[in-house]
């Protein structure tokens, strides 16, 4: 095996999102001379960015105070604000006043993959070097025991592990310091955490499933500036989530489904109650006629305040939702991702190292954020009415009550099924989920196969399979007894599937149809499937979501 070539850099940082661009921007305006590298691991940057999304302007307005002569593609001013109860398939309440968290005056509904596009440039005339298409499949660690950067994975290795023609050995970028902003459940942030026990005196991390669609409407449909929220179907009142309706210009739309992945029902479809709000009668007028433009789902870190890991290591710190950042009760992580990111690059800028990191987040207006809301999203554990009223409580009282709620991990919250019961429920791509009550779908996409097509994902099939599972006879075994194979149905995107052949039943990973949410990685009961990073570029092409 040859040497690895080596770049070297100041400074490496791992995920052109938000958190990654303002930390790099930021870094470069304080310190010219620094030398930054970004790297991404989709083909171009913004292609796997996925997310609500209404953006709070100030802390872009204190990193670029010009953007605003100047802004990103998709940046519509919000206009409305409505919130809404949906009690089953055909009624629904409007709330005659939208919760405080969530007022989103003077706040814009953007693209935060566009958003992520526009910034890189902007990083980019300031000297940072951006490369997407680089995977960083493994951090380095040095003689001391300190993260001294990344290494890329491989390209052109095929299924079977041989190197086919186009083989390229991955390069070793090192730095004295590594910035984790890969977002939430970022694979070498995952490895980290749990490398230095980062998370050894918080809570277990906590997230949703959510899963998103563009479309184009109908001309003069859309209200542009309408933001709406919902709770309640298609879900019941255990299982939290809700969703999203942005009325963007252009009469275009973007919708989307959030559930915690708490959820307890082994036979629970996401993705398939996503296709029946659609069809609700609040929300079947806006979209009939239209066609989807793109679609795609991620994972959500909703763990907040204790569930924060420790934030800094030796060599290496993580900023955004890498950490864990999201404020839940506003459905709002970017102004914590760029703060954090333009926060992290004053101490770097000041420090040169990764020590204070943890202390000087834990202080800062981001921290502050997070602790005063740190009730609201733990509330819902006990049920959508409890949740609700502790939500009320810790709203009224600024999250000043003396108790802190508990998190716990939402690979341990399924229940289990007897393989009876799961005998005779209806496949993963089935019209409805579980509960509730069938609904006729008519708007597309009308399976999983379909909905992969909108995320335009692209891997070669002659690669090997990213998606690890350690001991794949528990899937035929006691998964099959205990859950009924829940992976064929928390996965959005038809991963999994439990196949029959002549030697038995075994477990199929379909892996070209990833779209990179990870929810595999953190709802599997056996915490077997490990995520890891395929060849760089592969994996969804999102258009502006």
Known sequence: MSERDIMEYDVVTVGAGPAGLAFAIRLKQLDPDIRVCVIEKASTVGAQILSGAVIEPAPLDDLLPGWRDNPPPICVPVTKDEFWFLRDATRATKSPMTPPQMHNHGNFIVSLGALCAWLAPQAEALGVEIYPGFAAAEALIDEQGAVCGVRIGDMGVARDGSHKPGYTQGIDIRAPLTVLAEGCRGSISK????????????????????????????????????????????????????????????????????????????????????????????????????????????????????????????????????????????????????????????????????????????????????????????GFNK??????????????????????????????????????????????????????????????????????????????????????????????????????????RFCPAGVYEIVADGAGKRLQINAANCVHCKTCDIKDPYEIITWTTPEGGSGPNYQNL
């Not at 795609?296 to 890991?309: D, H, V």
């Not at 409580?393 to 009550?401: C, H, K, M, P």
């Not at 009876?420 to 993963?428: R, S, V």
């Not at 379909?450 to 399979?465: K, L, R």
Request: one cysteine or more; a neutral charge; hydrophobic letters at 40%.
């Open 383 to 488: 049920g959508l009415w409890f949740g609700l009223a502790n939500a009320g409580w810790e709203t009224v009282t600024q999250g000043v009550s003396p108790w802190t709620l508990k998190n716990h991990a939402d690979w341990s919250s399924l229940q289990k099924i007897d393989a009876a019961t799961a005998a005779t429920q209806p496949g993963p791509n089935a019209p409805s989920p579980a509960q509730p009550p069938y609904v006729e779908r008519t708007l597309a996409p009308r399976d999983r196969l379909a909905g992969v097509y909108f995320a335009a994902t692209e891997h070669d099939e002659d690669q090997p399979i990213h998606l690890k599972v350690a001991d794949p006879n528990i899937c035929i075994t006691r998964c099959i007894e205990e859950y009924a194979n829940p992976c064929q």
């Open 191 to 378: 490895q980290l955490i749990a490398r230095y026990a980062l998370d050894r005196d918080s809570d277990p991390q906590s997230y949703g499933i959510g899963i998103k669609e563009l479309w184009q409407l109908p001309p003069g449909r859309a209200e542009a500036g309408k933001v709406m929220h919902t709770l309640g179907w298609p879900l019941n009142t255990r299982t939290y989530g809700g969703s999203f309706i942005y009325q963007l210009d252009k009469d275009r739309v973007a919708i989307g489904f959030v559930a915690g992945l708490d959820y307890a029902d082994p036979l629970f479809r996401p993705w398939e109650a996503f296709q029946q709000l659609k069809n609700h009668a609040l929300v079947k007028p806006l979209l009939e006629g239209g066609t989807i433009v793109s679609a795609g789902a991620r994972a959500l870190i909703e763990g907040g305040w204790q569930s924060l890991p420790k934030v800094e290591m030796p060599g290496a710190l993580l900023v955004g939702d890498a950490a864990g950042l999201m404020n839940v009760p506003k459905i709002k992580g970017t102004h914590q991702a760029l703060r954090s990111g333009m926060l992290a690059a004053e101490h770097v800028a000041a420090t040169k190292a990764s020590a204070g990191w943890d202390a000087k987040l834990r202080a800062s207006k981001v921290g502050a954020e997070l602790r005063k809301v740190r009730n609201i999203r733990p």
